[in-house]
């Protein structure tokens, strides 16, 4: 029972639905709102359900269904917030319930930094929906007319001319035996009278987290269950040629060993293969696996090397590629000779590394699979787990747990089909515990990429004519075999869609082939288009002689709604209702110079700040970063203000947290995150050669500054990421006048 | 046979002496909110206290616990949230919240040694312990605010 409004041209890749954050190219909404519930929906029971996102019980608790997945987002928070403002319910007294995968719920998928965006609308309608039944009821019993009674008193109804109130609770019954009202028949309360949307909120699992309550996927135990840790293939590819566990079964508590078919080309979420060591605890499963003899065959990726292969990019930079935009003729402009000025950017490998490492419990059981995990994709399990293990998705049961950190690898549940696999070999529930090294090690790794832009300036410095080349392994290669080019959803994340006002302008998008798995991680291909373009007009700026913040307002030119190409509809059609307007972009951009003090402030040598201006997932950012770098280069960052437009905000307290962790996520991309790989070997394997962002070395203050905006809601949950490592390379050249055109920092004589 | 109290439990342990605390608590006890971030020592994510002390206890043989007294995230609430534990509550720290149970063991740590703690100490203290979330300007303030509450 699943409505989708457009397929797109690229549908199903591979027999497998493309489940790309970045584009969204089937949007799922529930068709089946008001219809009947599946039987896994805890709602199921509850006296009134008029939907299957609520439910009212005759004590007056209303059950909220969250159907996406919380790694952190707030999500589990944010969306009943919206069911209860606009059932007028009272939120203390509002349960919320964490969905299975089920397809009648619509998207699960919860990436892309859209839960709210394409959720909106439906949890006021589910609020309202169960309002209007209530009222309705109480309307009856009284025998008044509907239009008197009120909600304002929250989780009552009331008629105000006889005093009279009815709670919830004790109008459920009569409520029920109601027709549900058509989606026509609602009214839905004015901006004016929310009192949840736009009001800040704890989430709602606050208190659970600080006492260690909650249960993520690592917490998830079955009675009978065994741990499993996997070798996996060291490269992408690679298969067991042959394997001594003589050593590995001796550990205590190791009771065997399984192997793993290796995957068939694409690989998209299927398990790497490699051989399990089965125990009945983890650490056991560890111990053992370190015994295991393996002679691996590596297969073709063993020859992938990070430092050849970043030259090979870089080469490919240089020549030209697929046009993915052309206005005007900067070919033309370029001839005629003049000033030019041009820069090659580069970006690494990253991982992802969220707290929990993956991880997932599933039981096989007579033809059907149940899975406890931490994934930001349920119905992705259901369709994987299916594939893998022979059996229907229908058959397939996915129990979301709290995920500890997401930030898109949880959305590829590869982790979870080596659980189901392994439960059906076993015929009893296995846990499969990924160690840190299998996390940074087997990722589907955020992409490296190569950049290259040129402009012809005039007298005052501006661009007349202005050529961008980006080279990357795409996500795309992840689902098909052989993929070298970006699509059009990685080009519109800053490539295509580059905002500046420019006579001539060119994209282009050069080949590149993958030997690890690239997948998305948070911003995603934003990440490093938005380094290498804010960088590149910051440059141009300094070459100018220019002030940062007026070459870049003059870049973008007067407010204007620009013209988008390819429509970004294609692949996302509610983007049909967020045209990109370069208005909101110069406003954000101004409010922050603002904010920071740009231009107002003194410093003392080595200190500076930088700006950067990024639209992405809808959401419009600038952000000012201050930086002070000592003589022997160490950075310290004091303060970053950032400003963002993300038009509707349901909770600002989770958008000012979403905010503040962009900047120590970005902190980290730009001082320390690499991966690099010899042989086709990933070279890191943990926090000591793979460092994230620690307190010591995060900006010590971010202030957050949200655009008061009637306009609908966007992204919020990756929107911060982008600008943040173009600002802060801006500043450290403000401060040392030294260019970072590679990051991380760490490789250009900084820490 | 390792003998041990765990939160105010005696208990007694004759697995493998090398099995580290963190998956004796986890697997063997079933106290799962002890988390597991990287084995190594480097992320904070297991910290409890070994007699008041905090220590990663993913590097914690069992071997060396005898007659220790551990406290987890499960063991300081006293009744009611710990100073700590409000504090967190009321800046709202938590993202996901995976980490939270390791920062605030680190943090129950510092707030027992010190009444008062500047900007400093607690860089020093809590740069132990990873949140890939980036909350640390909100731990930040809630050790300060639950530092002010039992000074």
Not at chain 1, 232 to 255: E, N, T
Request: net charge neutral; aromatic share 8%; glycine share 8%.
């Amino acid at each position: 029972m699943i409505t989708i409004e457009n397929v797109s041209r690229r549908g199903f890749l591979g027999g497998m639905l493309w489940t790309g954050g970045f584009v969204l190219c089937a949007r799922l909404l529930p068709q089946a709102l008001w219809a009947e519930d599946s039987s896994e929906a805890p709602i199921a029971g509850t006296v009134l359900h008029p939907t299957i996102f609520v439910g009212i019980n005759a004590d007056g608790t209303v059950h909220v269904v969250a159907h996406r997945s919380d790694m952190g987002t707030g999500t589990r928070t944010s969306l009943p917030r919206v069911v209860a403002d606009e059932l007028d319910a009272d939120w203390a007294r509002v349960k919320v319930h964490q969905a299975v995968g089920d397809a009648s719920y619509g998207d699960q998928d919860t990436d892309g930094s859209h839960s709210i965006r394409d959720f909106f609308d439906v949890m006021r309608q589910s609020g309202a929906t169960a309002r209007l039944m209530l009222v309705t009821a109480a309307a009856g019993q009284w025998k008044v007319p509907v239009s008197e009674c009120s909600t304002d008193t929250v989780h009552t109804v009331a008629h105000p001319k006889t005093a009279r109130t009815l709670g919830y609770g004790e109008l459920a019954l009569a409520a029920s035996r109601l027709p549900v009202p058509k989606k026509e028949d609602l009214k839905f309360k004015p901006r004016s009278a929310w009192r949840y949307i736009g009001k800040p909120s704890a989430h709602y699992d606050v208190e659970d987290l600080c006492t260690g309550k909650p249960v993520f996927g690592m917490d998830v135990r079955r009675e009978g269950m065994v741990y499993a840790a996997i070798a996996h293939p060291p490269v992408l590819g690679g298969k067991i040629k042959s394997f001594d566990d003589k050593a590995a079964l001796q550990v205590r508590g190791v009771s065997q060993t399984v192997a793993i078919e290796p995957f068939k080309p694409p690989h998209q979420f299927q398990p790497l293969g490699g051989l399990a060591v089965i125990a009945d605890n983890t650490w056991s499963a560890f111990k053992g696996r370190k015994q295991l003899q393996i002679e691996w065959d590596n297969g073709s990726n063993a020859s992938f090397d990070s430092d050849s292969f970043r030259k090979e990019m870089r080469e490919t930079s240089r020549k030209p590629g697929k046009v993915v935009r052309n206005i005007g003729d900067v070919d033309a402009e370029f001839g005629k000779g003049g000033k030019i000025f041009e820069a090659d950017y580069y970006t690494p490998l990253l991982a992802h590394v969220s707290m929990e490492p993956p991880v997932a419990v599933a039981e096989y059981r007579a033809g059907k699979v149940v899975v406890w995990t931490c994934t930001q994709n349920p119905q992705a399990v259901q369709e994987t787990v299916a594939k893998v293990v022979g059996i229907k998705k229908e058959d397939v049961t996915c129990h979301v747990t709290l995920l500890g950190g997401g930030f898109g690898r949880k959305s590829k549940p590869d982790y979870a089909a080596e659980a189901a696999l392994l439960s059906q070999k076993l015929g009893k529930p296995v846990k499969v515990v990924w160690s840190r090294e299998d996390d940074v090690k087997f990722d589907y790794f955020h992409t490296t990429a190569a950049m290259y832009l040129k402009a012809a300036l005039d007298a005052n410095g501006k661009p007349t004519a202005w050529l961008q080349r980006s080279v990357f392994p795409p996500i795309g290669s992840t689902f098909g075999v052989d993929v070298k080019l970006g699509d059009s959803g990685e080009m519109a994340m800053g490539w295509s869609n580059l905002p500046f006002d420019l006579p001539n302008h060119r994209a282009e998008n050069g080949e590149a082939s993958a030997h690890v798995r690239i997948g998305w991680m948070r911003s995603v291909a934003n990440v490093y288009h938005a380094f290498a373009v804010q960088s590149f007009a910051d440059e141009l700026a300094h070459a100018a002689g220019r002030d940062p913040l007026e070459y870049l307002l003059a870049l973008i030119g007067p407010g204007r709604i620009m013209k988008e190409d390819p429509d970004p509809s294609q692949d996302d059609p509610s983007a049909v209702n967020y045209p990109f307007d370069t208005a909101r972009l110069r406003q954000v951009t101004e409010l922050a110079a603002e904010k920071a003090g740009w231009g107002k402030r003194k410093f003392a040598k080595g200190t500076a700040q930088g700006i950067a201006v990024h639209r992405s997932f809808l959401s419009y950012v600038a952000t000012v970063v201050e930086v002070e770098v000592s003589d022997d280069g160490a950075v310290t960052i004091p303060r970053v203000d950032t400003v963002v437009d993300a038009g509707t905000i349901v909770n600002p307290d989770t958008v000012r947290a979403q905010f503040e962790g962009a900047a120590v996520f970005g902190t980290s991309i730009a001082r320390s995150g690499e991966i690099t790989a010899s042989q086709g070997v990933i070279k890191q394997s943990n926090f000591h050669d793979y460092p994230v962002t620690r307190m010591n070395q995060a900006p010590y203050q971010v202030n957050v500054h949200i655009v008061d905006s009637e306009a609908l809601p966007a992204g919020v949950g990756e929107p911060g990421v982008p600008p943040f490592a173009p600002a802060l390379c801006n500043a450290i050249f403000a401060a040392t006048g030294k260019r970072v055109r590679e990051l991380p920092l760490s490789r250009n004589g900084f820490s | 046979m390792v003998r041990l109290n765990v939160n105010g439990v005696e208990r007694s342990f004759d697995g493998d002496p090398e099995m580290p605390l963190l998956w004796y608590l986890r697997d063997i006890l079933g106290m799962a909110g002890t988390k597991f971030g990287c084995g190594m020592a480097l992320c904070g994510a297991c910290t409890v206290l070994e007699n008041g002390s905090a220590v990663r206890s993913c590097s914690t043989p069992m071997a060396t616990l005898a007659g220790k007294n551990i406290t987890t995230i499960e063991g300081i609430a006293r009744p009611g949230l710990h100073p700590v534990q409000k504090a967190w509550v009321e800046a709202n720290v938590p993202q996901c919240g995976y980490c939270q149970p390791g920062q605030i063991m680190q943090a129950v740590a510092l707030i027992n040694s010190k009444r008062k703690v500047t900007d400093q100490e607690i860089d020093e203290v809590m740069s132990g312990n990873i949140c890939r979330c980036g909350t640390y300007q909100r731990i930040r303030a809630a050790i300060k605010a639950a530092a002010q509450e039992t000074a």
